[in-house]
């Protein structure tokens, strides 16, 4: 990204608000704050590769929520205090059933759904399937 990418995104109406209806999101070819090298790490995913320092320091984990901006919450309403009672992942359901191609209200319901229901066993499952959904790009942007 760009180090003015929220002043860019902040500063065009137009841009705030299609990021806004697009579940916080911007489509990578259409992005104005990613660099060529941004599109090619978001599309590869291995702009995530940084958080891994944030699992070892303690602040995420390897299996969990993703994380989002805090004006996502909203669609959280009286239930995001479920979705903040456990750490950020570096990976998680909604990032292993969808991506990007699951939107708000559907985020919220895996997201939750997983909070409610963690198993050891599911976050070993999440492990095995993030992989080939990384190596595929299937909603990556």
């Keep these: 990204m760009r180090t003015d990418a929220e002043q860019v995104l902040q500063a065009d109406p137009a841009l705030y608000r299609a990021y806004v209806e697009n579940d916080f999101k911007l489509p ?59 750490k950020p992942g570096l990976t998680g359901a909604w990032a292993v059933l969808g991506r990007s191609r699951v939107g708000y209200p559907g985020r919220v319901d895996l997201e939750l759904a997983y909070v409610r229901e963690w198993t050891l066993w599911r ?14 790009q299937h909603g990556a942007h």
Aim: glycine share 8%.
């Design 123 to 136: 976050d070993f499952l999440i492990i095995l399937r993030t992989l080939p959904i990384v190596l595929s």
């Design 28 to 86: 990578g070819g259409y992005d104005p704050r990613l660099t060529s090298l941004g599109r090619f790490l978001r599309r590869s995913s291995l702009d995530e590769l940084p958080q891994l320092l944030n699992v070892l320091l303690g602040q995420m984990s390897l299996v969990g929520p993703r994380p989002i901006v805090p004006d996502e919450l909203i669609h959280y309403g009286h239930r995001a205090s479920l979705f903040l009672s456990l």
